[in-house]
C-alpha cells in the first residue's frame, strides 16, 4: 500500500487533564501516515486521485481545536476517525501526537501516543421470518448505514428458505451484506444486536421466530474464538441458506481456516443433499 506522510505539524491546542492546560493551551505536535493506491494520482497527475497534504492540514488544526478533551488518546482517535470519514482514499491511517510541554516534572523531549487505524470488511448474514420479512431486512440495512462507523457497501438478492433447527415456525427470508466498517469485531457485533434489539427482535426460543437475525460471517481475514464472537462464523460452512446470498457478493473470498472459497463451499452443501 502507497503512503502519504505528515511529519511534525505544529498546532496549538487545549487538551490536558489538568483545568490550566485546557484554559491556557499548548503547543502539539502531529504526524500522519495515511495508507492508500497513489497509482492512478502517479499515472495521470490529477490532483482529486490523491490526498490534498495542504487541504489536510488545515483540516487536521481545525478538527484537533474543535473539542477539549482530557487524553491525547481521545484527541488521536477522534482525529483518526475524522480522516477516514472525509478522505474517502484513505484506507488506514496512523495518528502520532507528541506533547513536548506535558506537565510530567521530570525532564522529557516529549509525551505521545501513535493509533494505527483503518477501514474493515466484514460479511453479515440477514435473516427475518416475522412479519413483513422484506421491510425487516431493508430497515436493518437502513440502521446500519445511519451508523457514522459502519456503511452497508453490497446487498444480495434474497432467498426464501426453510428454518433449521426449530422447524415449528415460517420460512425464513435470508441475505448478505457486506459492510465496511471502522469498528472492531466485537463493537460491531454490539452494533448489529443493537439494531436487532431497534427491530424488536426477542430471544425467547433457540432458532426460533425472529425479526430479524445479523450475524457476523468473515471480517477481514481475522479468525478468533472469544466469547462474544467467533470468527468466521462457526457453522457457516454448513448451512446452503448464508452460502447463497453470500456467494452473490463475495463468490470468490477464502475461508480462512477452510482455505476453500464461497462458492467452492455452496457447491460442496448444495452436493450433500
Not at 474517502?88 to 522529557?108: E, H, M, S, T
Not at 469498528?183 to 443493537?194: I, Q
Request: glycine share 4%; aromatic share 8%.
Amino acid at each position: 500500500m502507497d503512503r502519504i506522510y505528515v511529519k511534525d505539524l505544529q498546532v496549538y491546542g487545549f487538551h490536558g487533564v489538568n483545568q490550566q492546560e485546557k484554559d491556557m493551551g499548548q503547543r502539539f505536535i502531529i504526524s500522519l501516515e495515511l495508507f492508500l493506491d497513489l497509482q492512478e494520482a502517479g499515472e495521470t497527475d490529477d490532483l482529486t486521485k490523491t490526498v490534498n497534504y495542504a487541504q489536510l492540514c488545515f483540516d487536521v488544526e481545525d478538527q484537533f481545536k474543535k473539542e477539549k478533551y482530557d487524553l491525547i488518546e481521545k484527541a488521536a482517535e477522534k482525529l483518526a476517525e475524522f480522516i477516514l470519514l472525509k478522505y474517502d482514499l484513505v484506507n488506514r491511517i496512523k495518528v502520532q501526537i507528541k506533547k513536548p510541554w506535558a506537565p510530567i516534572g521530570k525532564p522529557v523531549d516529549y509525551a505521545a501516543v501513535e493509533i494505527d487505524r483503518g477501514w474493515h470488511t466484514a460479511y453479515v448474514a440477514i435473516g427475518s421470518n416475522m412479519g413483513r420479512r422484506e421491510q425487516n431486512l431493508n430497515s436493518a440495512i437502513e440502521l446500519i448505514n445511519e451508523s457514522i462507523s459502519s456503511k452497508v457497501t453490497k446487498v444480495s438478492n434474497f432467498y426464501e428458505t426453510e428454518p433449521v433447527g426449530y422447524l415449528d415456525q415460517d420460512k425464513f427470508l435470508n441475505g448478505a451484506l457486506e459492510v465496511k466498517t471502522l469498528l472492531s469485531p466485537n463493537k460491531l457485533m454490539k452494533l448489529l444486536l443493537g439494531k436487532e434489539k431497534e427491530l424488536k427482535r426477542e430471544r425467547i426460543i433457540k432458532w426460533g421466530p425472529r425479526t430479524i437475525d445479523l450475524d457476523v460471517l468473515f471480517y477481514d481475514n481475522l479468525i478468533t474464538c472469544e466469547e462474544e464472537i467467533i470468527l468466521p462464523h462457526p457453522r457457516m460452512h454448513e448451512r446452503e441458506f448464508v452460502l447463497r446470498p453470500l456467494a452473490d457478493i463475495a463468490p470468490y473470498l477464502i475461508h480462512p481456516i477452510l482455505n476453500k472459497r464461497v462458492i467452492e463451499l455452496l457447491n460442496l452443501v448444495s452436493e450433500s443433499k
